[in-house]
Protein backbone atom coordinates (compact mmCIF):
# COMPACT_ATOMS: atom_id res chain seq x y z
CA UNK A 1 0.00 0.00 0.00
CA UNK A 2 1.23 3.76 -0.87
CA UNK A 3 1.91 5.36 2.40
CA UNK A 4 2.53 9.13 2.73
CA UNK A 5 3.22 10.16 6.35
CA UNK A 6 2.76 13.90 7.53
CA UNK A 7 4.87 14.62 10.90
CA UNK A 8 2.28 16.04 12.83
CA UNK A 9 -1.55 15.18 12.96
CA UNK A 10 -1.83 18.63 15.03
CA UNK A 11 -0.34 21.97 15.74
CA UNK A 12 -0.48 24.99 17.19
CA UNK A 13 1.95 28.10 16.74
CA UNK A 14 2.65 31.84 17.49
CA UNK A 15 2.30 34.29 14.93
CA UNK A 16 5.61 34.85 13.53
CA UNK A 17 7.12 31.72 14.13
CA UNK A 18 8.94 29.66 11.30
CA UNK A 19 6.85 26.53 10.88
CA UNK A 20 7.70 23.30 9.25
CA UNK A 21 5.77 20.95 8.06
CA UNK A 22 7.04 17.19 7.00
CA UNK A 23 5.83 14.73 4.25
CA UNK A 24 7.69 11.63 3.67
CA UNK A 25 6.10 9.21 0.66
CA UNK A 26 7.33 5.32 0.07
CA UNK A 27 6.48 5.03 -3.45
CA UNK A 28 9.29 6.50 -5.26
CA UNK A 29 6.82 8.91 -6.88
CA UNK A 30 8.22 12.35 -8.53
CA UNK A 31 5.59 14.19 -7.94
CA UNK A 32 4.69 15.13 -4.40
CA UNK A 33 2.22 18.39 -3.91
CA UNK A 34 0.98 20.30 -0.71
CA UNK A 35 -2.73 21.37 -0.71
CA UNK A 36 -4.48 23.46 2.08
CA UNK A 37 -8.32 22.65 2.62
CA UNK A 38 -10.49 25.27 4.32
CA UNK A 39 -14.36 25.35 4.54
CA UNK A 40 -16.18 26.29 1.02
CA UNK A 41 -12.96 26.84 -0.46
CA UNK A 42 -12.17 23.33 -1.14
CA UNK A 43 -8.36 22.01 -2.12
CA UNK A 44 -6.13 24.65 -2.87
CA UNK A 45 -2.71 23.90 -4.57
CA UNK A 46 -0.04 25.75 -2.57
CA UNK A 47 3.43 24.13 -4.43
CA UNK A 48 4.45 20.95 -5.82
CA UNK A 49 7.87 19.37 -6.73
CA UNK A 50 7.94 17.17 -9.62
CA UNK A 51 11.60 16.40 -9.15
CA UNK A 52 14.33 16.77 -6.56
CA UNK A 53 15.17 20.29 -5.96
CA UNK A 54 12.43 21.23 -8.63
CA UNK A 55 9.50 22.93 -7.48
CA UNK A 56 6.68 25.41 -8.84
CA UNK A 57 4.18 27.43 -7.71
CA UNK A 58 0.45 26.28 -7.27
CA UNK A 59 -2.12 28.87 -6.84
CA UNK A 60 -1.93 29.89 -3.76
CA UNK A 61 1.89 30.14 -2.62
CA UNK A 62 2.09 33.68 -0.93
CA UNK A 63 3.23 32.98 2.81
CA UNK A 64 5.03 29.64 1.97
CA UNK A 65 8.06 27.91 0.77
CA UNK A 66 9.01 24.30 -0.33
CA UNK A 67 12.23 22.32 -0.10
CA UNK A 68 12.70 19.09 -1.88
CA UNK A 69 16.23 17.51 -1.11
CA UNK A 70 15.33 14.01 -1.43
CA UNK A 71 12.69 11.94 -3.30
CA UNK A 72 10.77 10.96 -0.86
CA UNK A 73 11.11 13.94 1.32
CA UNK A 74 8.98 17.67 1.45
CA UNK A 75 8.73 20.22 3.20
CA UNK A 76 6.40 22.69 3.63
CA UNK A 77 7.54 26.06 5.41
CA UNK A 78 5.78 29.01 6.93
CA UNK A 79 8.21 31.93 7.11
CA UNK A 80 5.90 33.94 9.89
CA UNK A 81 3.10 32.24 10.33
CA UNK A 82 -0.31 34.30 10.55
CA UNK A 83 -3.81 33.25 11.49
CA UNK A 84 -5.31 33.21 8.40
CA UNK A 85 -2.56 30.28 7.73
CA UNK A 86 -4.96 28.46 10.47
CA UNK A 87 -5.63 25.24 8.11
CA UNK A 88 -5.84 21.97 7.23
CA UNK A 89 -2.15 20.76 5.18
CA UNK A 90 -2.40 17.92 3.13
CA UNK A 91 0.74 16.58 1.30
CA UNK A 92 0.21 14.00 -1.71
CA UNK A 93 2.32 12.42 -3.79
CA UNK A 94 1.77 10.23 -7.65
CA UNK A 95 3.57 9.42 -10.43
CA UNK A 96 4.75 11.24 -13.35
CA UNK A 97 4.48 8.29 -16.06
CA UNK A 98 2.02 5.60 -15.53
CA UNK A 99 -1.20 5.62 -12.91
CA UNK A 100 -1.63 9.34 -12.50
CA UNK A 101 -3.95 8.97 -9.35
CA UNK A 102 -2.74 11.19 -6.37
CA UNK A 103 -2.37 9.54 -2.75
CA UNK A 104 -2.66 11.47 0.49
CA UNK A 105 -1.45 12.25 3.80
CA UNK A 106 -3.84 11.82 6.68
CA UNK A 107 -3.36 16.04 7.22
CA UNK A 108 -1.89 18.43 9.39
CA UNK A 109 -4.28 20.37 11.20
CA UNK A 110 -2.42 24.01 11.88
CA UNK A 111 -3.41 26.27 14.87
CA UNK A 112 -1.88 30.16 14.27
CA UNK A 113 -2.90 32.16 17.44
CA UNK B 1 -9.52 27.22 -16.76
CA UNK B 2 -10.46 23.81 -15.63
CA UNK B 3 -14.16 23.85 -13.98
CA UNK B 4 -15.26 21.06 -11.50
CA UNK B 5 -18.30 20.99 -10.22
CA UNK B 6 -20.09 18.74 -7.69
CA UNK B 7 -23.64 18.41 -6.77
CA UNK B 8 -25.85 18.58 -4.48
CA UNK B 9 -23.58 20.20 -1.94
CA UNK B 10 -24.77 17.92 0.70
CA UNK B 11 -26.91 14.75 0.59
CA UNK B 12 -28.97 12.90 3.24
CA UNK B 13 -29.95 8.96 2.95
CA UNK B 14 -31.68 6.58 4.71
CA UNK B 15 -29.85 3.23 5.07
CA UNK B 16 -30.41 1.33 2.00
CA UNK B 17 -31.49 4.39 -0.01
CA UNK B 18 -29.63 3.97 -3.47
CA UNK B 19 -28.48 7.84 -4.99
CA UNK B 20 -26.44 9.26 -7.33
CA UNK B 21 -23.64 11.88 -6.73
CA UNK B 22 -22.60 14.07 -10.12
CA UNK B 23 -18.91 15.68 -11.34
CA UNK B 24 -19.15 17.84 -13.94
CA UNK B 25 -15.93 19.24 -15.31
CA UNK B 26 -14.71 21.21 -18.49
CA UNK B 27 -10.89 20.01 -18.98
CA UNK B 28 -9.04 20.60 -22.14
CA UNK B 29 -7.67 16.95 -22.47
CA UNK B 30 -8.66 14.79 -19.90
CA UNK B 31 -5.85 12.58 -18.76
CA UNK B 32 -7.96 10.97 -15.94
CA UNK B 33 -11.10 11.79 -13.39
CA UNK B 34 -10.25 10.49 -9.89
CA UNK B 35 -12.62 10.05 -6.81
CA UNK B 36 -11.83 10.70 -3.26
CA UNK B 37 -13.61 9.62 0.19
CA UNK B 38 -12.45 11.63 3.01
CA UNK B 39 -13.86 11.52 6.41
CA UNK B 40 -13.80 14.45 8.76
CA UNK B 41 -10.17 15.59 9.90
CA UNK B 42 -8.41 12.75 7.97
CA UNK B 43 -6.69 12.83 4.07
CA UNK B 44 -8.60 12.13 0.90
CA UNK B 45 -8.80 8.52 0.52
CA UNK B 46 -8.31 7.41 -3.39
CA UNK B 47 -11.32 5.52 -5.08
CA UNK B 48 -11.15 5.46 -8.45
CA UNK B 49 -9.82 6.00 -11.51
CA UNK B 50 -11.38 7.22 -14.95
CA UNK B 51 -9.68 7.48 -17.77
CA UNK B 52 -12.33 7.88 -21.16
CA UNK B 53 -16.07 8.07 -21.65
CA UNK B 54 -18.17 4.70 -20.99
CA UNK B 55 -15.47 3.68 -18.63
CA UNK B 56 -17.21 2.57 -15.52
CA UNK B 57 -15.57 1.02 -11.84
CA UNK B 58 -17.10 -1.00 -9.24
CA UNK B 59 -15.96 -1.17 -5.18
CA UNK B 60 -18.10 -2.57 -3.02
CA UNK B 61 -21.14 -0.21 -2.60
CA UNK B 62 -19.90 2.52 -4.63
CA UNK B 63 -19.71 2.59 -9.09
CA UNK B 64 -17.95 5.32 -10.72
CA UNK B 65 -19.01 5.95 -14.16
CA UNK B 66 -17.43 9.20 -16.85
CA UNK B 67 -19.34 10.46 -19.98
CA UNK B 68 -17.70 13.51 -22.05
CA UNK B 69 -18.92 15.84 -19.55
CA UNK B 70 -19.62 14.47 -16.12
CA UNK B 71 -19.03 11.69 -13.73
CA UNK B 72 -20.99 9.72 -11.43
CA UNK B 73 -20.91 7.93 -8.61
CA UNK B 74 -23.59 6.35 -7.78
CA UNK B 75 -23.87 4.96 -4.16
CA UNK B 76 -26.21 1.19 -4.13
CA UNK B 77 -28.03 0.13 -0.91
CA UNK B 78 -25.99 2.82 1.37
CA UNK B 79 -24.82 1.94 5.17
CA UNK B 80 -23.89 4.46 7.71
CA UNK B 81 -20.27 3.54 7.31
CA UNK B 82 -20.52 5.52 3.63
CA UNK B 83 -20.91 8.39 5.05
CA UNK B 84 -17.95 10.81 4.44
CA UNK B 85 -17.11 14.13 2.17
CA UNK B 86 -16.91 12.56 -1.87
CA UNK B 87 -14.84 14.59 -3.83
CA UNK B 88 -14.01 14.85 -7.51
CA UNK B 89 -10.80 15.44 -9.45
CA UNK B 90 -9.76 15.65 -12.75
CA UNK B 91 -6.00 16.32 -14.35
CA UNK B 92 -5.27 17.25 -17.71
CA UNK B 93 -3.06 15.87 -20.18
CA UNK B 94 0.50 16.70 -19.56
CA UNK B 95 0.04 17.87 -16.36
CA UNK B 96 0.71 17.15 -13.02
CA UNK B 97 -2.12 19.30 -10.90
CA UNK B 98 -5.33 18.04 -10.08
CA UNK B 99 -8.21 20.15 -10.12
CA UNK B 100 -10.71 19.84 -7.43
CA UNK B 101 -14.58 20.04 -7.24
CA UNK B 102 -15.97 21.55 -3.66
CA UNK B 103 -17.33 17.95 -2.37
CA UNK B 104 -20.65 16.13 -2.16
CA UNK B 105 -20.77 15.39 2.02
CA UNK B 106 -22.78 12.24 1.99
CA UNK B 107 -25.03 11.09 5.60
CA UNK B 108 -26.81 7.92 5.75
CA UNK B 109 -29.04 7.25 8.70
CA UNK B 110 -29.77 4.02 9.85
Known amino acids: DVKVTQSSRYLVKRTGEKVFLECVQD?????MFWYRQDPGLGLRLIYF???????EKGDIPEGYSVSREKKERFSLILESASTNQTSMYLC????????????FGQGTRLTVV | EDQVTQSPEALRLQEGESSSLNCSYT??????LFWYRQDPGKGPEFLFT???AGEEKEKERLKATLTKKESFLHITAPKPEDSATYLC???????????FGAGTTVTVRA
Open chain 1, 92 to 103: ASSFVQGSPEAF
Open chain 1, 27 to 31: MDHEN
Open chain 1, 49 to 55: SYDVKMK
Open chain 2, 27 to 32: VSGLRG
Open chain 2, 50 to 52: LYS
Open chain 2, 89 to 99: AVLRSNDYKLS
